[in-house]
């Protein structure tokens, strides 16, 4: 079997690679669109062959910010149905992609959010879990989506409580991100934190929401009536339109419901630009986020189902 980068020859074969199961996958549309946005580069497609010019028996697709020099995601793992041992092979495969990028990206899954009870979902899952697993994602994390919609919740009020300052030093906001890190319920947080400390996870986090599509404008930093520090709001967007991008209440003054507050601040901002969808995600185990979001008329209606190398013992 041949293990290799794809390059812009390979196109009509990767596209021959099709999936009917009931997960996300690279489909041809998409493959396609972000091979022309940079969201996705050829050499972030890995493929298995076995035979120069034959018929690719596996294929893994990895996401990244245009222009970006890593990826930063796993979106796709195929293996062929006529394949002997698809979990070995897809394994095999991340394994080789893995060693010529000198890390291990996280596989996102994207799942209705009754999947549990989808044989068809289970079975899907089942193989593609066990290949990264023998690849070293070992850590699994399921993350809850949410959506507000215009037609179905009301923009919610301002509370009062709060004042929300724009602040143009992006050091402001690295600073407050890692206040918030402390004591986090939030799991990439805090793994990231073990692994490089506050500071630096607090500048990684700023740098990767500086290089998402939403405007660097939007952001905030909220104040109680007494001038500290709560928390940070930031309104943002992907690909596929506004997002929750971040909030966080710094420790000291957690237990107030602020994170509601932060919340609604930024379904404020989106709607105040005629923003009609808004998609957010929290771990399943974030219970006091989780109940955030279902008081602000955010509905769950998928999971995201996250397997990653622990960064500690990489």
Not at 90 to 102: F, K, P, S
Not at 133 to 141: I, K, M, Y
Not at 207 to 231: F, T
């Amino acid at each position: 079997m041949r293990f290799r980068p794809a390059v812009e020859d390979d196109l009509d074969r990767l596209l021959g690679c099709v999936v009917d199961d009931h997960i996300s996958w690279s489909h041809p549309d998409r493959l396609l669109s972000f091979l022309e946005s940079g969201d996705y580069r050829f050499d972030r497609v890995w493929l298995a062959e076995a035979e120069p010019g034959g018929e690719i028996m596996a294929r893994a697709v990895w996401w990244g910010f245009p222009g970006g020099d890593r990826p930063l995601a796993l979106d796709c793992l195929y293996a062929a149905p006529s394949a002997p041992d698809r979990v070995g092979l897809a394994a095999e495969l991340l394994r080789r992609a893995h060693a010529a990028y000198g890390e291990q990206p996280a596989y996102h899954v994207f799942v209705g959010s009754g999947w549990r009870d989808d044989p068809k979902a289970r079975a899907a899952l089942a193989w593609r879990w066990e290949a990264a697993g023998r690849a070293g994602l070992t850590d699994e994390l399921e993350r809850l989506r949410y959506a507000w919609t215009a037609a179905d919740a009301p923009v919610p009020e301002p509370s009062g409580r709060l004042v929300f300052r724009a602040e143009d030093d992006d050091e402001a906001f690295v600073a407050a991100f890692a206040r918030v890190a402390a004591g986090t319920l939030d799991h990439h947080t805090r793994q990231a934190v073990a692994a490089m400390g506050p500071e630096a996870q607090a500048r990684e986090d700023v740098g990767d929401y500086r290089a998402m599509p939403g405007e660097r404008a939007w952001w905030r930093l909220a104040y109680d009536q007494s001038g500290e520090l709560v928390g940070v709001a930031l309104p943002s967007a992907n690909h596929a339109g506004p997002v929750v991008g971040y909030l966080g209440v710094v420790p000291e003054k957690r237990g107030h419901g602020y994170a509601g507050d932060l919340l609604a601040e930024i379904t404020r901002s989106h709607a105040g630009r005629g923003v009609q969808r808004i998609v957010a995600d929290t771990d399943a185990g974030n219970g006091p986020m989780v109940r955030a979001f279902e008081r602000a008329g955010y509905r769950n209606f998928a999971t995201r189902l996250v397997l990653s190398a622990n960064p500690v013992n990489t």
